[in-house]
């Protein structure tokens, strides 16, 4: 819950698959996947959160097809590197809307002019800190149906931002703007939530989680190396690479994910620690009508 005593909408999204979480064992086809399909990108921001990787990884194309004709994932998150330059992007994406998956994606933004059918996307985020911090004009696309910003709060971050993200979301239509701050360990002064300019300051704190990982059971995560892990935070901060130890399966062995078991997991900068807990409580106490009195 936040601090209104509200549930979290990542949260919600499990109440909504209840019936699948209770029964994950025994139907362990994954709701969603994360595809990382490229290192490669136009920028190079000093606080990104895998800035120490090899840039030019990327996914075999025919390879993650096969992939996701067995997962069958019902929503597939593209992300990378900057997804818009991977070199057959476009070809992904008619395959995803045709066999009418929903798509969502994370993007830098620059290169969105390459993407033919942006209309064919559910939502798309936009990272918007190189046109923040550069003072640069982005233009927002009339497509897809869910238009977002991002934008990440760092030690470089610009004088008066608060003005300036006031600024572009008065002049911009996407829907929302998160606000957070990058993995370092520093403290940043605290930025306020501005709820009628559609800004959104997060916290998302991290804790040590030791136990059962459901994620892999419900938004697994394939990297451009091809290797297939629980979640996307898999990520040691200090370092900025990703632990190779937490890798659950791979892009040439899809029918390990459609009878994968919950495995234990030590993660020390766990994001989705919430989820697993209240995924713990659901299996381990039979819910019943009173429990809501």
């Not at 096969?66 to 991977?86: A, D, M």
């Not at 030690?155 to 993200?165: A, F, H, Q």
Request: contains cysteine; charged residues 25%.
């Amino acid at each position: 819950m936040n601090d209104k005593g509200e549930l979290k909408s990542s949260i919600k999204k499990l109440w909504r698959h209840l019936p699948y979480i209770l029964n994950m064992e025994n139907k362990t086809r994954p709701i969603s996947l994360s595809v990382h399909i490229t290192n490669k990108c136009n920028l190079d921001c000093s606080f990104c959160y895998i800035k120490n990787i090899d840039k030019n990884q990327e996914l075999n194309y025919d390879k993650l097809i096969t992939f996701l004709n067995i997962i069958k994932p019902k929503s597939v998150l593209l992300t990378g590197g900057e997804p818009c330059i991977y070199p057959l992007a476009n070809n992904l994406i008619e395959f995803l809307f045709f066999n009418k998956i929903k798509i969502g994606m994370f993007t830098n933004g620059v290169y969105l002019k390459n993407i033919v059918n942006l209309k064919w996307f559910d939502w798309i985020r936009v990272s918007i800190n190189h046109y923040i911090d550069n003072n640069i004009e982005f233009k927002d696309q009339t497509n897809p149906k869910k238009l977002g910003y991002n934008y990440i709060l760092h030690r470089n971050s610009p004088l008066e931002l608060r003005k300036k993200l006031i600024n572009f979301m008065d002049n911009h239509r996407g829907s929302y703007l998160r606000v957070i701050k990058d993995r370092s360990d520093y403290d940043i002064s605290e930025f306020k939530s501005i709820p009628e300019k559609r800004i959104i300051a997060l916290q998302e704190i991290t804790k040590h989680y030791v136990g059962k990982c459901y994620m892999g059971f419900i938004k697994p995560y394939l990297n451009s190396d091809g290797l297939v892990y629980s979640c996307w935070c898999t990520v040691d901060p200090k370092i900025k690479k990703r632990d190779t130890t937490k890798v659950i399966s791979d892009i040439n062995h899809p029918y390990d994910l459609l009878v994968y078991q919950d495995i234990m997991m030590d993660c020390k900068y766990c994001r989705f620690w919430d989820r697993n807990e209240f995924i713990n409580y659901i299996n381990e106490k039979e819910v019943k009508d009173e429990d809501f009195l």
